[in-house]
């Protein structure tokens, strides 16, 4: 049974950072890429950061890019995602993603297989 389990989530001050972990298991195929979702009450699910498994390409939406970095361990399987210079509009809960399509966007959902229950991020002012 896959099974994605995220932590790290808290809350902190603008300005602050935090590191989310993405640990996978139960995989019978092997990922291609994984990614970073987050979700603000009210707002649809949005991407935040994507990485290839293989070649370690990642892809950043406009709103993090030069604040948060994806990062992975494959002995460990395990997806991070450290995020600095936090700001209030940041807070939502973060999911992560694993899958093995490569059509269309990489934000698309349809792309990933599994996903996390989620963790929570709040950032204050």
């Known amino acids: 049974q896959v099974q994605l389990v995220e932590s790290g989530g808290g809350s902190v001050e603008a300005g602050g950072s935090l590191r989310l972990s993405c640990a996978a298991s139960?995989?019978?195929?092997?990922?291609?890429?994984a990614a970073w979702f987050r979700q603000a009450p009210g707002k649809e699910r949005e991407g935040v950061a994507v990485?290839?498994?293989?070649?370690?390409?990642?892809y950043y939406s406009d709103s993090v890019k030069g604040r948060f970095t994806i990062s992975q361990d494959n002995a460990k399987n395990t997806v991070y995602l450290q995020m600095n210079s936090l700001k209030p509009e940041d807070t939502a809960m973060y999911y992560c993603?694993?899958?093995?399509?490569?059509?269309?966007?990489?934000?698309?959902?349809?792309?990933?297989?599994?996903w996390g229950q989620g963790t929570q991020v709040t950032v204050s002012s």
């Open positions: 990485i290839y498994r293989n070649s370690g390409y990642t």
């Open positions: 993603a694993a899958g093995t399509s490569f059509s269309g966007s990489v934000w698309a959902f349809e792309r990933y297989n599994a």
């Open positions: 139960g995989f019978t195929y092997s990922p291609k890429h």
